[in-house]
């Protein structure tokens, strides 16, 4: 596929010489969703923002479809935004708010009835179209604010946070509609969120980022599977992270004990972060195991058991569809490949 969207070299500043983005370098394909996610105040927002021409970097190239659009305002990209605040007009119906943007064009009457039919229908919305937007649920608000947005025949979409003001259950329906809408059409979207199951839910590919940079970019399997480093394995999914070393290649030394692992490559004595998954901890019998600890607490979670284990030097968080008693002593194995070996992050 195509690069529709890059970013090469952005950096971006506060008035106070603080950098809010560091170097960004970023390819985004054509017809792919594409999903920033972090924390708040990492800048995946503002990379959205300059991506749609309401901010302007201090340096670096934005480029669309190969072509430089740095100082092209917002209206003349072929881009949309929908953000979580839908910013609908409140004394215009359905109909009208989608139809707006193209009023604004001048497009005759009669293309704006088939492509205002044409959106309802994919927001499922038929029928809706005399509707008061202020009649509306939060989710039908949001289909209405995806389809103003998507009327106008954009290449990509870009999304800021448009969930977050859904209840679970309507967040958890509205990810697989966003999903099935962008296969349908055959756009690119760019996604901004900070919750790790909808990027995992929807995405082609997901850029991690902290700190004003990428640290991944990736399918979600592999970003959740081979994190990079210590922060991508605690932001994505919950992580047993503790300090060891490499006394060679292939085995790794944490708690005192050694392991069995995958991992070569480091040095010798080499400080890494050990990454291990609470559902890849199994139970054993304490006298058979390596790692030994005290279930502290056991919470149902409705697929397992979540229990935390205290182990002499570390904390373990461990997922099962059995749950051991509060106060057992239990053992826990943890196989070779599930032992994901990392790099110190660098402060």
């Given at each position: ?14 008035e ?30 503002t ?22 659009i ?92 448009p ?26 979207f ?40 210590a922060?991508?394995?605690d ?10 070393t ?26 890494v ?52 008693s ?14 994901h ?6 402060e």
């Open positions: 596929m195509e690069n529709i969207v890059s970013l090469q070299n952005i950096i971006m500043e506060f106070d010489g603080e950098q809010i983005l560091k170097n960004i370098s970023l390819d985004i394909k054509d017809k792919e969703f594409v999903t920033f996610l972090g924390p708040s105040g990492c800048g995946k927002t990379t959205l923002r300059i991506i749609a021409g309401f901010l302007e970097p201090k340096s670096g190239d934005v480029l669309f479809e190969g072509k430089r740095n100082g092209m305002p917002p209206h003349k990209r072929n881009v949309n935004t929908v953000f979580q605040r839908y910013a609908l007009f409140p004394h215009l119906n359905v109909y009208e708010n989608i139809a707006f943007g193209l009023r604004v064009k001048k497009v005759p009457e009669k293309e704006i009835v088939r492509r205002v039919g044409e959106m309802l229908e994919i927001v499922n919305l038929m029928g809706y179209e005399k509707r008061s937007v202020n009649r509306l649920s939060g989710g039908q608000q949001q289909r209405v604010a995806i389809a103003r947005a998507l009327v106008n025949h954009p290449k990509v979409l870009l999304l800021d946070e969930l977050g003001a859904l209840d679970l259950k309507l967040r958890k329906e509205m990810q697989i509609e966003l999903r099935k809408i962008q296969q349908e059409l055959e756009l690119t760019i996604y901004v969120t900070h919750d790790q199951e909808e990027a995992l839910t929807m995405s082609d590919s997901i850029v991690v980022m902290n700190n004003g940079s990428i640290q991944q970019i990736g399918s979600p399997t592999d970003i959740y599977n081979e994190p990079v480093n922060f991508v394995a932001f994505i999914g919950e992580s047993n992270i503790i300090s060891g490499m006394p060679e290649d292939f085995i790794v030394e944490f708690n005192g004990k050694k392991f069995e692992c995958v991992d070569s490559g480091f040095n010798a004595g080499e400080k972060d050990v990454v291990i998954r609470p559902e890849d901890v199994k139970i054993i019998p304490a006298d058979k195991a390596k790692l030994t600890g005290i279930v502290k607490s056991v919470v149902f979670k409705g697929v397992h058991y979540e229990m935390i284990i205290d182990g002499k030097e570390h904390t373990w968080t461990v997922h099962s569809t059995k749950a051991e509060a106060g057992n002593m239990v053992g826990m194995n943890i196989a070779p490949d599930d032992i070996i990392m790099r110190k992050t660098e």
